[in-house]
C-alpha cells in the first residue's frame, strides 16, 4: 500500500487522530509523515485542526458536530464516560467514577469539558448532579460511521 493511503485509511479509520498518533502507527518519521498530510489536505481528501501543541486530522465531509464528538471518542477516559452515559442515559459523577475507576477530581475535570464542549447535558440536583448525553442519537450515528462499536 503506498503511503499516501496508507495515511488516509488510519485517518478515516480513527477520525480526530492526532499527528503523533500517525506517526506511531505507521512508523513514518514527522517530516514524511508531514509531507504525506499536506498532500491529502491540499487534495481535499482531509481537513485539519489546529490548536496550541495538537493537530487533529478528519477525512474530509466530516460535520463539525461529529468531529466534536470524534475528538473526544479518541481520549480514552472521555471516550469510556460517553460510552457509559450512553448505555445508562443518566449518571452521577459517583456512577462515573466507579465505572471507569479514576480518582474524583478525574471525572470531575472531564465531566466539566464535555459540558463546556456542549457534549453532555448537567442538571443540578440534590445530593448529585445528574449528567446525560445532549444527543445520544448523533453519538451512536458516529460510533457507527467511524469506530464499528
Known amino acids: 500500500m503506498e503511503r499516501r493511503e496508507?495515511?488516509?485509511?488510519?485517518?478515516e479509520k480513527n477520525p480526530g487522530?492526532?499527528?503523533?498518533?500517525?506517526?506511531?502507527i505507521t512508523n513514518m518519521k514527522n517530516g514524511t509523515l508531514s509531507h504525506y498530510v499536506?498532500?491529502?489536505?491540499d487534495d481535499n481528501d482531509i481537513e485539519l485542526e489546529r490548536t496550541p501543541r495538537v493537530t487533529r486530522l478528519y477525512p474530509a465531509g466530516i460535520s463539525k458536530d461529529e468531529a466534536e464528538i470524534c475528538k473526544y471518542l479518541n481520549m480514552p477516559t472521555q471516550k469510556k464516560i460517553l460510552l457509559f452515559i450512553l448505555e445508562k442515559k443518566i449518571v452521577t459523577s459517583i456512577q462515573v467514577r466507579d465505572h471507569i475507576k479514576k480518582s474524583p477530581?478525574?471525572?470531575?475535570v472531564n465531566l466539566n469539558e464535555l459540558f463546556r464542549a456542549k457534549i453532555i447535558n448537567r442538571r443540578y440536583d440534590i445530593p448529585a448532579n445528574k449528567f446525560s448525553l445532549?444527543?445520544?442519537?448523533?453519538?451512536?450515528?458516529?460510533?457507527?460511521e467511524y469506530y464499528q462499536i
Open 38 to 41: 499536506k498532500r491529502l489536505e
Open 17 to 24: 487522530i492526532r499527528f503523533n498518533e500517525i506517526m506511531r
Open 134 to 144: 445532549k444527543n445520544p442519537e448523533m453519538i451512536r450515528a458516529v460510533l457507527d
Open 6 to 11: 496508507l495515511v488516509l485509511e488510519v485517518i
Open 105 to 108: 477530581s478525574v471525572v470531575s
